[in-house]
């Protein structure tokens, strides 16, 4: 028989995004509406380590929903990724009297969570948040929706100058191992060519149509890269463009941590409170070890062995959409 939580820390961990507050708030505030003790963890996992634990209550979460960041502060921990760390950690959140833990943060901080839960009796419940929407398990993740609008709109006001001067434009944006951002923020804008890591570049092909666009006299062009692509990112794809084409006017824009920034969207607040109030529940019924995400607008609910294992896959459907209003 599984026992009663009374007790839970909250902390957010790896790579911050917009929402991470909100969801903050909601689970402190669920959990002292079931009459629950929440500890705010500083930090992330390096929190746990070093016992930068306090309580919270609701006063501790006023006017923060509208705030991009976290409160609660975030970092990678490699000490908490060693046996001697977790140790720590653990000794840690029991002088407080621990009992559960909601983590909020992206595939690194769910390893880290898998191994903890897996190895001491604190059950632990993940929590989607960050910018690059890759993990599988769930349709939304937080900040996503904030950082891609972000993009959009620096996107459009670049167009502007590029339409002015009849310029090439490549706008980088964040996306180390995943191309959402590019691919939605890329279609939102008109790119006329979307590079992500999860596809192979053919910078011929790329080359090849804007040769054809140059004869057209189509001399205004947009291509939106990730950071992860295979050649580097956009310095790298532009250096290329140049030598090939130098009748070109070619210009690189890289976007860069501005995406991570700035008031959450309102979705992002909504998807984030949702998920903040799911996880609570999921610790006082007893659901424990698993990642709460939104499938087709229900709660789902992942082990976090599973979601560990498995990530965000781009359809080709997205892919085909892409290459036809490019065209």
């Not at 040769?211 to 939106?224: C, G, P, S, W, Y």
């Amino acid at each position: 028989m599984k026992k009663k939580v009374t007790k839970i820390g909250v902390l957010t961990s790896g790579g911050d995004s917009p929402g991470m507050n909100a969801c903050v708030r909601a689970v402190v505030r669920t959990g002292i509406y079931h009459g629950l003790e929440v500890f705010g963890i500083m930090r992330g996992y390096t929190g746990m380590v070093e016992n930068d634990i306090f309580k919270m209550e609701g006063r501790s979460v006023a006017n923060i929903i509208q705030r991009g960041g976290t409160i609660l502060k975030t970092s990678r921990c490699k000490e908490f990724f060693t046996p001697e760390g977790r140790k720590k950690a653990y000794d840690n959140l029991k002088k407080h009297g621990i009992d559960g833990l909601v983590i909020i943060g992206g595939d690194g901080s769910f390893r880290g969570a898998q191994i903890f839960s897996n190895e001491y009796d604190i059950p632990c419940i993940g929590l989607p948040g960050t910018i690059d929407k890759d993990i599988a398990g769930t349709d939304f993740t937080i900040g996503f929706d904030t950082a891609v609008n972000t993009a959009v709109e620096a996107i459009d006001k670049v167009r502007d100058t590029m339409d002015a001067h009849d310029r090439l434009f490549i706008i980088e944006v964040m996306g180390r191992d995943a191309g959402y951002i590019a691919l939605h923020s890329g279609i939102a804008t008109g790119a006329e060519n979307i590079l992500i890591p999860e596809r192979k570049t053919d910078i011929e092909e790329v080359i090849r149509q804007l040769a054809e666009k140059e004869r057209r006299h189509k001399l205004v062009n947009l291509i939106v890269v990730a950071e992860g692509d295979e050649f580097g990112g956009a310095n790298e794809v532009g250096k290329i463009i140049q030598e090939r084409l130098p009748q070109q006017e070619v210009r690189v824009c890289i976007l860069g941590h501005i995406q991570r920034g700035g008031s959450p969207s309102c979705f992002d607040r909504l998807i984030a409170s949702r998920m903040g109030y799911s996880a609570v529940e999921c610790l006082i019924e007893g659901k424990y070890n698993v990642f709460v995400g939104i499938v087709n607008n229900r709660m789902h609910y992942t082990p976090l062995n599973d979601a560990v294992k498995k990530k965000q896959r781009i359809s080709e459907e997205w892919m085909k959409i892409v290459k036809i209003l490019a065209s």
